[in-house]
């Protein structure tokens, strides 16, 4: 039985990801759930002391002259790739949010304020745990994952054949949205293993039942390397 792997995130990363599976043997399916857009970002706070983001979607969207203002700020990210869009130096680059807020708690002075470039859909738990630290976060949201409208017949059209071997989840929004799926589709995804970029990205898949399976980095190596662990 071919190995097929619904690859379920934005374009053009979802055609770029599948010749990377074929290439490897296996038989991907492209189902992006959501678009990545813009979301006019509120104005700054008067104080900013460093900067954190956790998606390279963070530098991606924003006007430039948004970005410039904070172009001198200590930069803390999640993921090279997420490094790579801030296109400068970062203080630290972690594996994963707990990671980086630990990191964080650990370095920044006392009653730091924070200014985190967010996606409309987000945990509260960096804020939390940094708040609960003794710093100050201001969220500003600068992206939206906006769910794509299928036409009729098109999710099952995409999901005939032999059931997933695989599907990987890229977001807290597009886990929601598969778990969705999965319940409307279930034969489909009757021995399915789901490989999740973070832990957050499997939240809306946890309660369901599922195989899970997670990324040890939260970029596309981690997850192929997840997907080869899979028996």
Known sequence: MERRVLVTRPEPGASATAQRLAGQGFAPVVLPLTRIVPVEPAPLPQRVDVIVATSANAFRHPPPEFLRLLAAKPLYVVGEK????ANRAAEI???DAKTLTQRMIANLGPSSHVLYLAGRVRGAALKDALEQA???VTEIEVYDAVPIAFAPGEIGTKL???PFWSALVYSRRGGEILSRIVAQ???SFDSTVFVCLSMEAGVGLENHGLDLAFAATPDEAGM?????RIG
């Open 134 to 136: 003794g710093h100050q």
């Open 185 to 187: 589709s279930p034969a």
């Open 160 to 162: 005939a054949g032999e």
């Open 93 to 95: 680059v972690a594996p």
């Open 82 to 85: 997420t490094a790579e869009a």
């Open 224 to 228: 192929l390397s997840a997907l080869g």
